[in-house]
């Protein structure tokens, strides 16, 4: 249990909140690139609670700029995108990607005007497909992370966004917390990977949390026969990453970034991929079209719902939601799913975003599975303090490298540390495999 204050403290994220300020250390990681076309509709997006426009201009280069227009606040989502600029449509202002005004068709000729107004605009950097953007407040942002989900070739990597309508420490939680794995994502028909993972050898794992420069290692510990132990290693990367080991015949690598669109509703970036090889198109294929109209992992193309261009994050939205009971049924309880939900991604979802968008943790009641899940609440409160009492910034804040981290699943003799073992394996290492069987 949390009481009401923490909890406070790490759910909110607007600027000025203790975690909004942390959160906006860091580089953020907010759309996908193919998503984001050269002289296309500009798209709306809400990031830690602000209203914010992205458009990708016609050379190429993507923009973040304050949904409000500097000149008298017309919505910016309504704006021309042509000519290398986002063009206000109620008096002409026009913008480029650094938030400069480059023409303002109404005002004389000599104006001078155009040099001193400026559009809030944020910094935007794209690597593989991804685009990310720095709010922080410095004016020399740091180098992006060297995270190497987002360092391999575009071929081995598979990436989805969708939206979750819940708080972004309810998603953190449910995927640091990996002894609901074999239960949730249970099925009852044996069919199915999860039937072949090797957690649901054992249902009852016991926990060990290490603290890292990046955040928290939090390794579940199942027994696999007489002699051995399977180690899991989930981690938690500052300040809003999970990394999940490969299972045994699904060598993928893979996370979340759980990206706060505000308070109430998470960006899910989910990214599956393999250290160094591309990944099978039977793989990929599997990611972006579900498995017989069931979800995996990935958001599925089919997941997605039709939103109006004037709903932030529009692309992202998905039939799986509150509004829906995310697709529950009761009697496939009996046939198919332990849950009654259909797929991976949903069983996860409708579980963390639980009974409220953002949930009352003075209300629960930890057990010793939830190990980490407390670590992790301690490390960010106390990285919250540190920064806001003392100005102390998190190691990774400065450190591209820091992020260089693996999750990891390692079969261990019972008398051999996971940590000893596991320490070369959990270092992310360019386009070199896992190094330990599967
Ligand atoms: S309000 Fe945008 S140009 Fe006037
Ligand atoms: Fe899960």
Redesign the pocket.
């Known amino acids: 249990m949390l009481s009401h204050d923490d909890n406070e403290k790490l759910v909110r994220v607007g600027a000025g909140t203790p975690m909004g300020d942390l959160f906006r250390l860091y580089w953020i990681p907010f759309y996908l690139s193919r998503d984001l076309t050269p002289d296309g509709q500009p798209k709306r997006v809400k990031l830690l609670g602000e209203d914010l426009v992205a458009f990708r201009d016609t050379a190429g280069r993507v923009g973040l700029v304050a949904n409000a ?1 500097a ?4 919505p910016m989502m309504y704006g021309r995108n042509e000519d290398c600029g986002l063009r ?1 449509v ?4 026009k913008y480029d990607v650094t938030g400069a005004v480059v023409d303002m068709p109404a005002e004389p000729v000599r104006s001078r005007m155009k040099e001193r107004v400026r559009i809030k605009a944020y910094p935007c950097r794209e690597r593989n497909g991804v685009v990310w953007t720095y709010m922080g407040p410095d004016a020399e942002a740091p180098a992006l992370p060297n995270m190497e989900w987002n360092l391999v070739p575009e071929a081995n990597v598979s990436l989805s966004m969708r939206i979750q309508e819940c708080n972004w420490l309810q998603a953190l939680e449910g995927e640091i917390d990996s002894a609901h794995a074999p239960l949730l994502h249970g099925r009852i028909d044996e069919k199915g990977s999860i039937n072949d993972w090797v957690a649901k050898k054992d249902l009852r794992p016991t926990f060990e949390c290490v603290r890292q420069d990046f955040g928290m290692s939090i390794a579940a510990r199942r027994r696999f026969d007489d002699t051995t132990l399977y180690w899991r290693v989930n981690q938690f990367v500052m300040p809003f990453y999970s990394l999940v080991p490969p299972q045994s015949k699904y060598p993928e690598l893979s996370g979340h970034a759980w990206v706060p669109m505000d308070d109430e509703n998470t960006v899910c970036l989910m990214f599956s991929y393999h250290p160094a090889q591309e990944l099978y198109p039977k793989t990929r294929a599997l990611f972006e079209n579900g498995h017989d109209g069931r979800e995996t992992g990935h958001a599925s193309r089919h997941a997605y719902a039709e939103k109006d261009a004037s709903t932030p994050y529009a692309d992202y939205w998905t039939k799986f939601s509150p509004a829906t009971n995310y697709r529950f049924d009761y009697r496939s309880q009996e046939t198919t799913w332990f849950s009654g939900l259909p797929g991976l991604w949903v069983q996860d979802a409708a579980c963390q975003s639980g009974i409220a968008p953002v949930y009352d943790r003075t209300t629960e009641n930890l057990c010793s599975s939830d190990t980490g899940i407390v670590m992790t609440r301690r490390f960010l409160l106390e990285s919250l303090a540190a920064y806001r009492e003392r100005g102390i910034r998190p190691q990774g804040v400065a450190d591209p490298d820091v992020f260089m981290v693996r999750a990891v699943s390692l079969q261990l003799p019972e008398e051999e540390r996971w940590a000893d073992a596991g320490r070369i394996h959990m270092q992310a290492r360019l386009g070199e495999s896992f190094g330990y069987k599967l």
């Not at 109620?90 to 202002?93: D, I, K, P, V």
Request: charged share 10%.
């Open positions: 227009c000149h008298r606040g017309a206000c109620y008096h002409g202002w």
